[in-house]
């Protein structure tokens, strides 16, 4: 991962500029909302639109169905790619594509090592982790066993937990 972030709504349009990232892949779960949850957590609307209105082109990619994130995406005007397969590329492509900008333009955010971290690599995207919003529910087992065995490699360091400018 090349930066990690403990929310979300603290990566700012400033970061993205200084970085040469002008759009953003966005996973929902834990990264826009608590798990399953149809709206967004607090204050991403409105980082949403900071982000719109300072010409930061916004896509969803994400491994749930068009059932679960259409009804997110479309009453925040995001396009989205769905069942997108994570970590591999060609949801990240099909994104990108879509946005009509290149890897090095482009940066991923994400919770999930294993899906989010590893499909920005592959794809040759900037990453930006966030920790995730909530734990699993217990009946999400097999999520709950993937952070378990991503204890170790999670970042030490934030971004957000800084004065300095990165």
Not at 39 to 61: F, Y
Not at 129 to 154: A, G, H
Request: glycine share 6%; net charge positive.
């Amino acid at each position: 991962m090349d930066f990690a972030f403990r929310k979300t709504v603290n990566i700012t349009p400033d970061f993205l500029k200084k970085h040469g990232v002008k759009g953003l892949i966005l996973d929902v779960d834990n990264t826009l909302t608590t798990h399953d949850h149809p709206v967004p957590a607090k204050g991403i609307r409105e980082w949403l639109e900071n982000m719109k209105s300072n010409g930061i082109k916004l896509i969803i990619v994400s491994n749930n169905s068009a059932e679960r994130v259409k009804p997110f995406a479309d009453p925040l005007g995001l396009d989205f790619v769905s069942d997108s397969g994570k970590p591999l590329k060609r949801g990240y492509k099909a994104a990108m594509e879509k946005m009509g900008l290149t890897p090095s333009e482009t940066a991923a955010v994400g919770d999930q090592l294993f899906t989010d971290v590893w499909g920005a690599n592959f794809a040759g995207v900037k990453m930006l982790y966030v920790e995730p919003m909530e734990l699993e529910p217990k009946s999400k087992r097999f999520i709950r066993f993937k952070r378990v065995l991503e204890k170790p490699f999670l970042p030490k360091k934030f971004a957000d937990d800084t004065k300095e400018k990165l």
